[in-house]
């Protein structure tokens, strides 16, 4: 119960119903505060206990400086907690683990529940093997059955053994849009009291649910974990961007068009750490699927969240998507009598300002390895040819100008297989494929032979992949129905998608494929490639399957830099396949329209897409569909049936769900033969008092990194490669190569996870110069060799490890992964230019002690080369009950000589440093929870 200092426990009436409240006005300076600082303040309110969260902080909060640096610690309580099966099985996992642990030390094992609503959405396995086949669906589910069979039996075992923990099984759709149509409830209501839905979820995409107005962001699994145990999240009160919306988008312009310009400026002003809260007249002309696709790319201009404010659109979605009337009047009800409606007319204060005019967004891609590097589409071909050269080998031809010519270009080639460059026409009028390299940049064209006889030829720029995929863009009908009114276009013009375009469709939710059955345009994205391929987030998590073999090999066997073209929200390097090195991001249609051309190297406004069946050119003028054809058919054919009638038994799930067998008990049986669900070893040998923090002493570097080293580069992401430490550990184990799966499928398997940290084939460790993927040097010896490996030597050894950063050191996704690998390698610290707010968070809850080099300071200035010996000073002041704000590192070379500098410690709040104390998060709950 909340101790209610200020009075403010009340009742609200609506209908017949009668809900407490803990009213808002009764805390002075409440109406001034930013809508997302309104619902912070909610919740303290009513989780007030007088010891964890006070009056003062309540008063703290309610007399929030816009303009102040944070400083003020305060305790947040989701109301609920969401998760995807990657992240969530090893959350899972190690509450499986924590009740063995509270067992062994005299505790019962059935305390380690979720004390909050915890529902986990099956989306993240689904591999698209199988592509441009009617069956391709049934296929995948097949496939995704037979390879996660053991995942999913403990998922069930978990449902029946955790109160309070569901399961959304795999074929539903993906987590964030479940979430923003089915899960969310705006407006939560438990034991007779209503208040603001807000949840924290193991996917750094939860931002998605703050288009319904719904606070709640991504945090590592082990944060959310201790979530689930009841412990609230530490944070400090943030500064708040509000950015101002004011006009509509140009005919043309898409909602994906609009993120990637908001999150190319919210990028370039700086947000990391910082609430992001969307005002003014122009909102109430922003659909709730283009707010849901904004709130959905925080994580990519690195705000906390990007909220917009519940109005009379978020009340029209929740109808749309079948919430029981009784909840939408609640939703109404609650947020006009909290304050917490939208008035256009109303400026808050926030800390910093931003307007966008949404008349002035134009079409956009992003790419190619960043999602903040938008590029206009009118300018997409130079953009490309300009970055090209950073991803071929320097003698590969660069001019098109001089050398022989292969004889290859007397070859004919039938007209529909040409590719949309490099071919010119022979003395018959009839196509031919010219093998003469490509003016103007980077050219190596190489012929290529499908299993069926179509010959082509493939270059630098070749689109291997179109993926219409992510939850991103698959929540939003407009872009979706845009996508297929182009592709019907497009057939009815007679283009077709080039042969080495690998195209797949995975939809959100099964409503897609239902409002696309009603207004018959699955036919013609079939006849494009885009079959069904499941409903999941494939492509964007990097399953976008392997690419047909013969292309595969013509792309490894030559170094061709081929590009996938996607809708998703990540476009990392290494991230979507393993053959393709550049990535875009663009809109459904544009997907579309960039598997009929193939190819990067276009310009794709003015140049045609290729020539119809009458022979003439067809431009993307020709077929683009109108916002009026589009919104016609959102208003004929997306109806509310269609919601409730897929989510009416949403947790049942089909028969070979419901089939399968499934433990029982308190606690889980663990398979000792199991290569996908592991015990973890994080609770051994623990004590009932953590023993106390020591200075790190004779540590080595393990890696040595450059800026923008994201958490894909970090965690184990995408494909298992045979000859990597991982793939051989499956090979012992005695799991073929086809039975691989994915390294995110195995993530409850700690022992392919570390083995996989740092093992990303983009990766670029300096202390092995010229070399891509997890490698590294040993000292002193310096012999070169996998990071996984020299890691386990230094174990062996007693030697302690820290990795060198550069700036904004582990963005991306929100990957407890890359720090759990961190900590099972032997890291101790992190020494960095900056970090992402929550990978900085999640090295903590595991352990790992962030640092940061003073400013202007960094590796170079201060001449380290990652081959000294390190010692660490002043960690163990964490001992008394304060935290250092600095350390001194000690930096030897084997000469002996030494560099002694300060690092500014990154632990931002006392609940950081009690976590630091303890050994990590997990380790601090389950002590709590002896103790309590």
């Known amino acids: 119960m909340s101790a209610n200092s200020f009075n403010a426990r009340s009742t609200l009436q609506v209908d017949d119903r009668s809900y407490e409240i803990f009213r808002l006005d009764a805390v002075e300076g409440a109406d001034r505060l930013p809508y997302s600082l309104k619902v912070l303040l909610e919740n303290l309110l009513r989780t007030e206990d007088g010891v964890n969260i006070t009056a003062d902080d309540i008063r703290a909060l309610a007399s929030w400086d816009p303009d102040a640096e944070p400083s003020k610690e305060i305790q947040f309580t989701p109301a609920r907690v969401i998760m995807q099966d990657f992240t969530g099985v090893p959350a899972v996992v190690d509450l499986a683990t924590m009740r063995e642990a509270v067992r062994d030390l005299g505790g019962d094992p059935a305390r380690i529940n979720p004390l909050a609503p915890a529902e986990l959405v099956i989306d993240h396995s689904v591999i698209a093997d199988v592509f441009g086949a009617p069956d391709a669906f049934q296929r995948n589910v097949d496939l995704e059955y037979e390879r996660n069979r053991e995942r999913y039996q403990f998922l069930r075992w978990g449902q029946s053994a955790f109160r309070e923990f569901r399961v959304v099984p795999p074929g539903t759709g993906i987590v964030h849009q479940v979430n923003i149509e089915y899960l969310a409830r705006v407006v939560m209501v438990r034991d007779g009291r209503a208040y603001p839905d807000t949840c924290v979820g193991t996917d750094s995409h939860t931002t998605m649910v703050n288009g319904l107005g719904v606070l709640g962001w991504g945090v590592g699994g082990i944060e959310a974990e201790a979530a689930m145990l009841g412990q609230p999240v530490s944070m400090l009160i943030p500064r708040v961007v509000g950015f101002k919306l004011h006009g509509e988008l140009p005919e043309g312009s898409t909602a994906t068009d609009l993120v990637l310009t908001i999150t190319e400026m919210l990028r370039r002003h700086g947000v990391v750490g910082k609430f992001v809260e969307f005002y003014g007249e122009g909102v109430s002309a922003v659909p709730l699927a283009n707010r849901a696709t904004i709130g959905n790319m925080s994580p990519e201009f690195g705000s906390t969240c990007a909220i917009f404010p519940i109005d009379e659109e978020t009340i029209r979605y929740l109808r749309l998507t079948g919430r029981p009337e009784e909840q939408v009047a609640l939703v109404e009800a609650y947020a006009k009598e909290q304050g917490l409606w939208h008035d256009p007319k109303r400026e808050p204060r926030y800390s910093e300002y931003l307007e966008l005019d949404l008349s002035t967004v134009v079409p956009s891609i992003a790419g190619p390895k960043r999602p903040q590097d938008r590029i206009e589409l009118s300018v997409a071909k130079t953009a490309f040819r300009a970055a090209l050269p950073d991803y071929v080998k320097a003698d590969h031809n660069t001019n098109g100008l001089g050398g022989p010519v292969d004889e290859a270009v007397s070859e004919s080639f039938p007209a529909s297989d040409a590719p949309a460059y490099g071919h010119v026409e022979n003395g018959e009028g009839k196509p031919r494929v010219d093998l003469t390299p490509v003016a103007g940049r980077p050219s190596k064209p190489v012929k290529v032979t499908l299993e069926d006889g179509t010959e082509f030829v493939l270059d630098h720029g070749a689109v291997v992949i179109a993926a219409i995929t992510s939850c991103t863009n698959t929540s939003n009908p407009s872009v979706m129905i845009g996508a297929a009114l182009l592709a019907k276009k497009a057939v009815e013009k007679g283009l077709a998608r080039k042969p080495w375009v690998k195209t797949t469709l995975a939809p959100g939710s099964k409503v897609v494929m239902d409002y696309y059955e009603r207004a018959g345009l699955t036919p013609y994205l079939e006849k494009l490639g885009f079959h069904l391929v499941g409903y999941g987030c494939t492509t964007c998590i990097g399953n976008s399957g392997p690419l047909p073999e013969v292309i595969s090999k013509a792309v490894n066997e030559n170094d061709l830099a081929v590009v996938s073209v996607l809708s998703g929200n990540r476009n990392f390097e290494g991230r979507i396949n393993p053959d393709v090195k550049m990535n875009y991001l663009a809109s459904p249609p544009l997907v579309v329209a960039y598997a009929l051309t193939g190819t990067m190297d276009i310009d794709i406004t003015s140049e045609p897409l290729g020539v119809g069946a009458d022979g003439k050119p067809v431009y993307l003028s020709d077929i683009w569909p109108s916002s009026q054809e589009i919104q016609q058919v959102i208003d004929s054919c997306v109806a509310s049936e269609m919601f409730t009638r897929d989510y009416a038994d949403v947790f049942a799930g089909d028969e070979r769900w419901r089939s399968l067998p499934t433990p029982t008990g308190d606690t889980f049986e663990w398979d000792p033969d199991s290569t996908y669900v592991r015990k973890p ?249 002896l103790r309590g």
Request: hydrophobic share 35%; charged share 25%.
């Open 681 to 929: 070893p994080y609770f051994e040998g623990m004590t009932p008092e953590p023993q106390p923090v020591k200075d790190i002493t004779g540590a080595r570097v393990l890696a040595k990194l450059g800026d923008s080293v994201t958490t894909d580069h970090i965690s184990p992401a995408g494909s298992i490669k045979p000859d990597s430490p991982a793939g051989k550990y499956l090979l012992e184990h005695g799991v073929e190569r086809k039975d691989f799966n994915s390294y995110g499928s195995r993530r409850g398997n700690h022992e392919v996870m570390i083995r996989g940290t740092f093992a990303n084939i983009r990766l670029r460790n300096q202390l092995v110069p010229g070399v891509e993927g997890g490698y590294t040097r040993h000292f002193p010896d310096g012999e070169q060799t996998t990071i996984y490996d020299a890691a386990m030597r230094y174990q062996a050894e007693g030697v302690p490890l820290i990795v060198l950063a550069g700036k904004e050191y582990g963005s991306g996704s929100s990957r407890d992964w890359a720090a759990k690998g961190t900590m099972l390698l032997g890291v101790k610290a992190v020494l960095a230019e900056s970090f992402e707010r929550i990978h900085r968070s999640n090295l903590i809850g595991m352990g790992v002690l962030p640092l940061q080099f003073k400013e202007g300071e960094n590796a170079e200035t201060l001449g380290l080369t990652g081959e000294e010996t390190y010692s660490i000073t002043g960690v163990e002041v964490l001992n008394s009950g304060t935290t250092p704000r600095e350390v001194t590192v000690t930096a030897t070379t084997g000469s002996g000589d030494t560099k002694e500098f300060t690092a500014i410690v990154r632990i931002d709040t006392p609940g950081e440093a009690d976590y630091y104390r303890h050994g990590g998060i997990m380790q601090y709950v389950l002590r709590s929870l």
